[in-house]
């Protein structure tokens, strides 16, 4: 028999396990309950969030801002943006927009799976060994831009080798014919702009559409020195909403398809483009 003092330690301690039982119980049923809630919350709002990595170059006008600190602020939005959010919400499904990534690490990450889409993706057969594409929803107009003070002749794409061409990193010309590899890369449009002001290069190529519907692109094309033309040899690039081949978002894409073809037959598609630009008439 334990003397009186240690027989009331040895209750004490008792209840104090008992104590500890009871609150450890609690707080597993605390944790079953929340997460037995928050996945009925999920399955009642349905798929997760998709998520889409943006190229934001060439901006839109106001797309890019700084706060009072000079931090840089991306508000993305833009014709593409507008179409696919348009498909989505069609589908009932929530999306995530995010413009912060170069274009070719918004690339990679969809291709390693960390992002479910990339937007505005042109196609080529290097692309299609890694990406599954959607349908395209915008076509646009290849161009030839040079200065009017050293013009240029390209009537098929081997004219290119007679001159010095400019690019951007990640950037796909396959339907021009053209090779990244012989042309002076840089990371944005206004280098293009820049090194073809100050000669660098002879020329480079792009789309009118994506000239045009930037924060800096009008500016550079109301230049009288420059000059842009049509190489109706070239294919008309269309943009596709792109995720890992074979990934977990491939079978998406039939519902993303048939989401877009709404979008562009109901009118939606046309009145985003017209929002940007004007009268220029829209080609799915």
């Known amino acids: 028999m334990l003397p009186h003092n240690n027989t009331v330690e040895y209750l004490q301690i008792r209840q104090y396990h008992r104590i500890q039982i009871w609150v450890m119980a609690k707080l597993i049923f605390v944790i079953l309950f929340c997460q037995l809630f928050l996945t009925s919350l999920a399955q009642a709002d349905g798929v997760r969030t998709a998520t889409i990595c943006v190229d934001v ?11 009072a600190n000079g931090k840089k602020i991306i508000n993305i939005e833009g014709i593409s943006v507008d179409i696919v959010r348009a498909a989505f ?14 274009w070719n690490r918004c690339l990679r990450e969809v291709e390693l799976g960390t992002i479910d ?5 042109y196609f080529n057969e290097e692309r299609a060994k890694i990406y599954d594409f959607s349908t395209h929803y915008s076509t646009l107009t290849p161009q030839l831009f040079y200065l009017s003070t050293k013009p240029v002749s390209i009537t098929q794409s081997s004219d290119f080798k007679n001159y010095r061409g400019c690019g951007i990193y990640g950037s796909s010309y396959a339907h021009y014919d053209l090779s990244p590899d012989v042309l002076d890369l840089g990371m944005d449009y206004d280098s293009l702009y820049r090194k073809l002001l100050s000669k660098r290069c002879d020329y480079f190529v792009e789309e009118w559409e994506a000239v045009f519907d930037s924060s800096t692109g009008k500016g550079f094309l109301a230049n009288p ?3 842009h033309t049509n190489l109706p040899w070239a294919k008309s690039p269309a943009r596709h909403l792109v995720t890992a081949k074979n990934g977990p978002n491939s079978a998406m894409l039939v519902q993303i398809n048939a989401a877009l073809d709404f979008v562009i037959k109901s009118g939606a598609a046309e009145q985003a483009w017209k929002k940007s630009m004007g009268d220029i008439p829209y080609k799915p």
Do not use: N, W
Request: a negative charge; proline letters at 15%; zero cysteines.
């Open 57 to 67: 170059d060439p901006p839109p006008p106001g797309a890019v801002k700084r706060d």
């Open 89 to 102: 919400a069609h589908m009932g499904q929530k999306v995530e927009f995010s413009g912060e990534l170069p």
């Open 117 to 121: 889409f990339a937007l505005g993706v």
């Open 225 to 227: 020195l420059v000059v």
